[in-house]
């Protein structure tokens, strides 16, 4: 009895948890609208301001989360982003990474999917933040480039949530970025249980139980030391081979 009245009190939280953001998104419309208005051209400063906004509202959330008994979380190391070239990358169980991360550390510029601009609860954060789409071309390199002359950057370089199977997949692309203009690479591992809010999965599919988020800050990675005497494309190639590993291991419980 005690189990059934738990799951319908998650039930119902994660309900009024989808409903708040999506609130919470039509809100922002407003609130961000002199951040976002200028969207692509708005300065960095107009950006950190509209992160700082986003930051703690998207904190809030996770607090509500937390409070409603969906999920817990644990951070280690987050003490160690926010420097300027950092190129954070970290693999991508689940739809509530982002938010996880930017409420924790809000300093950050980010890569997201094109879609998502037209995406009602997030086009008005990625705007005022200053994130930019991925296009796949060399257009973001030049963008990336730039963001990292004074910018932290994150990214999650399997390019869509992990499936089912908690196999990371990494695209070279993110390997590149880093490689040619990051001072230094940093690895968020994402550890979660049991898994949830994966890519089609229904909302009202939750979990037996609570779940359970270890996001845990990894060394530092040189990008100078893996392109001493290798060529870039021998050093992306190991160097993306290094990090999926790198996931692969210290992704699992």
């Not at 200028?38 to 960095?44: A, E, G, I, K, V």
């Amino acid at each position: 009895m005690a189990e059934k009245l738990d799951w319908i009190r998650r039930f119902l939280g994660t309900l009024f948890g989808f409903v708040l953001f999506g609130i919470v998104g039509v809100l922002f419309k407003i609130v961000l609208h002199r951040y976002a208005k200028n969207y692509p051209h708005n300065d960095l400063a107009t950006q950190l301001q509209g992160r700082q906004i986003v930051g703690k509202t998207w904190r809030f959330f996770v607090n509500y989360l937390k409070w409603a008994g969906i999920l817990e979380v644990k951070y280690h190391g987050f003490e160690r982003l926010g420097r300027e070239g950092q190129l954070v990358l970290a693999n991508h169980p689940s739809l509530l990474d982002v938010v996880l991360i930017f409420s924790q550390e809000p300093r950050f510029n980010c890569i997201v999917k094109k879609d998502l601009l037209d995406n009602p609860s997030m086009s008005s954060p990625i705007r005022a933040c200053g994130f930019i789409p991925n296009t796949e071309s060399e257009e973001l390199l030049e963008q990336s480039h730039q963001i990292l002359q004074n910018q932290v950057l994150l990214l999650f370089p399997e390019g869509t949530r992990t499936d089912w199977d908690g196999v990371v997949k990494l695209h070279r692309g993110a390997v590149s970025i880093g490689l040619r203009s990051a001072k230094v690479i940093t690895p968020i591992v994402i550890k979660m249980h049991p898994l949830n809010f994966k890519k089609g999965q229904p909302w009202y599919k939750i979990p037996s139980k609570k779940i359970c988020y270890e996001l845990t800050v990894g060394e530092d990675i040189d990008p100078q030391q893996w392109l001493a005497e290798k060529p870039l494309p021998i050093a992306s190639r190991r160097l993306n081979d290094y990090l999926e590993n790198y996931f692969n291991t210290y992704s699992k419980d």
